[in-house]
């Protein structure tokens, strides 16, 4: 089966560093890619389409300067939590399009933010 | 826009029990729904996919029915174990990336 990688698995950063995330699809290409955040007890959430050799698309109210993606290669996207706050900290998951439209998830990465 | 409902939002029941989980959605031109198991801290687990022309999947003690003109989906668990204590999150997929639910954390109790 299809399989998508996240590291790190958790990330402890301080205010005002930045922090890159990276999202793999080992066995297979994804010419797309989701980045998705979760605060606890919450639902995922949407942040930004990730195509790639293209910008990014980011949802109303998703700051594009401050969560930088990158989508590369067919394999990789990653994600960049500029200028990091405490509030910043939360769940972020990837997901890497199938070619029937399916969606594959990363096991996600624990950002916290002292 | 789309929006995804699930109830209840926590559910808890002694072992053996069967239960059925709750999915609704607002848009019902959707490409197919699916279901997931996050357990604490953890990524999500793929259940069953079920696509907006089908009705049903089953895989083992799991059966999830699609009901896309009125909007819902249920999953039915059979025989619950204590291994099955995890949040079950809905998603649909239309025009746009998956669309969640805030899931139902589910307990069974040994």
């Known amino acids: 089966g299809a399989v998508v990688s996240q590291h790190p698995s958790w990330v402890i950063c301080k205010s005002g560093t930045s922090v890159k995330i990276e999202c793999r699809s080992l066995d297979f290409q994804a010419t797309t890619m989701f980045w998705y955040r979760q605060f606890p007890k919450q639902s995922l959430m949407l942040m930004a389409t990730?195509?790639?050799?293209?910008?990014?698309?980011?949802e109303q109210g998703v700051e594009k300067d401050k969560f930088l993606i990158n989508h590369a290669s067919l394999t990789l996207s990653t994600l960049t939590v500029t200028s990091a706050h405490p509030e910043d900290s939360s769940f972020y998951i990837c997901?890497?399009?199938?070619?029937?439209?399916?969606?594959?998830f990363g096991p996600g990465t624990r950002l916290t933010v002292t | 826009k789309q929006e995804v409902t699930q109830i209840p939002a926590a559910l808890s029941v002694p072992e053996g029990e069967n239960l059925v989980l709750n999915c609704s959605f607002t848009d019902s031109a959707i490409y197919n729904l699916q279901w997931f198991r996050q357990d604490p801290g953890k990524g999500l687990t793929s259940l069953l996919l079920i696509q907006s022309s089908q009705r049903e999947q089953t895989s083992g003690r799991l059966n999830a029915s699609l009901d896309k003109s009125s909007g819902r989906s249920t999953l039915y668990i059979a025989a619950s174990q204590p291994g099955d204590s995890a949040t079950y999150l809905c998603?649909?997929?239309?025009?746009?990336?998956?669309?969640f639910g805030k899931g139902t954390r589910l307990s069974v109790i040994a």
């Open positions: 997901s890497a399009r199938g070619q029937m439209y399916e969606q594959y």
């Open positions: 990730s195509n790639e050799g293209s910008k990014a698309t980011y």
């Open positions: 998603a649909v997929r239309g025009n746009t990336p998956l669309v």
